[in-house]
């Protein structure tokens, strides 16, 4: 059965950081691409990041560029999402997914697999 578990968001100021992880199991996780989606109430899911199996692929929302950055560690099963320089507009359910297409992608569709979510909450 293939879980992926979010964990580490929160509560922080604006200007403040969080990293955010997805511990992955059931799957061999070295094959999938990952990406970090983000939902706010009200909103539809938005695709915040992506990273190929290798890790030398990686795409970004624009609205995140500069100020988050994806990484993984297939040794650990486990992604992860730095944010930095964190806005009020960044609030969400933030969730991880997993995809076995060719090519990062910022398409709901085309991931297989996805966490619960975890909320991550910007206070101004």
């Known amino acids: 059965q293939v879980q992926l578990v979010e964990s580490g968001g929160g509560l922080v100021q604006a200007g403040g950081s969080l990293r955010v992880s997805c511990a992955a199991s059931?799957?061999?996780?070295?094959?999938?691409?990952m990406g970090w989606f983000r939902q706010a109430p009200g909103k539809e899911r938005e695709f915040v990041a992506g990273?190929?199996?290798?890790?030398?692929?990686?795409s970004y929302a624009e609205s995140v560029k500069g100020r988050f950055t994806i990484s993984r560690d297939n040794a650990k099963r486990t992604v992860y999402l730095q944010m930095n320089n964190l806005k009020p507009e960044d609030t969400a359910v933030y969730y991880c997914a997993a995809s076995t297409s060719v090519g990062v992608s910022s398409r709901t569709t085309l991931y297989d697999y996805w966490g619960q979510g975890t909320q991550v909450t910007v206070s101004s």
């Open positions: 059931g799957l061999t996780f070295s094959r999938y691409i």
């Open positions: 990273i190929s199996w290798s890790g030398r692929s990686i």
